[in-house]
């Protein structure tokens, strides 16, 4: 049996556990003071909300898949553009140095002019930084997820959809046809194909709804309507 000095056998038998309890309480003051602090412009608040962060905090993800951020002085939006019912059923798991939060919320997104509601799941990952707790990582994605069944579209119908679609001021949707298919290109960022339901109706990759192109008296395509999966509408004018 090898020997075990005895300092060190006291240490190991001593060494107290890791107080859950008092853990989150500690990090439910993190989160108390981001969800106060959320959107502000005021230097003071912007200070405070950078406190709660990593210097490593890096965030991914979000309604629109937004680019990482590995500076906590960047990371000032916490939710879309804005809260409608602030997190609930927070939910914890526990690791050494490193604390996973899960919870729901209800945000808003701006678009059009318009506000469309998203229900999302945040998750939260904090670690200790020597004696203090800091977020360190952070996304969230719109609930729920819903599957369509997709089929090929008429083609002679797809060529009336052709145009340029104003999502916000000074941001354009590229409606094309290639091949048969119809693709979206947002803004200059790439091709995206959108899947058909039907001949006018249409979803594509990450959508959690599905956009149709109505017409008018005149049979002319004047708009597109994105339709998010608990009904709300909200309307994209043709602008060539």
């Known amino acids: 049996m090898k020997y075990i000095p005895l300092i060190l056998l006291i240490f190991c038998c001593c060494k107290p556990a890791m107080n859950r309890n008092e853990i989150k309480r500690e990090i439910e003051k993190l989160l108390e003071i981001q969800e106060r602090t959320y959107g502000t412009k005021v230097a003071e608040e912007l200070k405070e909300f950078a406190a709660t962060c990593s210097d490593s905090m890096v965030y991914i993800g979000g309604d629109n898949g937004g680019p990482p951020v590995a500076s906590k002085e960047v990371y000032v939006h916490d939710l879309a553009d804005g809260y409608i019912t602030r997190p609930y059923d927070r939910f914890y798991r526990f690791y050494d140095n490193m604390v996973i939060v899960s919870s729901k919320h209800q945000g808003m997104k701006i678009l059009a002019g318009d506000t469309l509601r998203l229900n999302s799941r945040t998750t939260k990952i904090f670690v200790k930084e020597g004696s203090e707790w800091k977020m360190a990582y952070f996304t969230y994605a719109p609930l729920p997820i819903v599957y369509f069944k997709t089929t090929m579209a008429n083609p002679r119908a ?83």
């Open 158 to 240: 797809l060529t009336d959809y052709i145009g340029a679609y104003e999502i916000e001021p000074g941001v354009i949707d590229s409606i094309t046809v290639l091949d048969g298919r119809l693709y979206s290109n947002v803004a200059g960022g790439g091709k995206e194909e959108m899947k058909a339901l039907n001949d006018s109706t249409f979803i594509g990759d990450g959508y959690f709804g599905k956009v149709f192109f109505p017409r008018d008296k005149s049979g002319k395509v004047t708009h597109y309507t994105f339709e998010w999966t608990d009904g709300q509408r909200i309307n994209f004018p043709r602008v060539r």
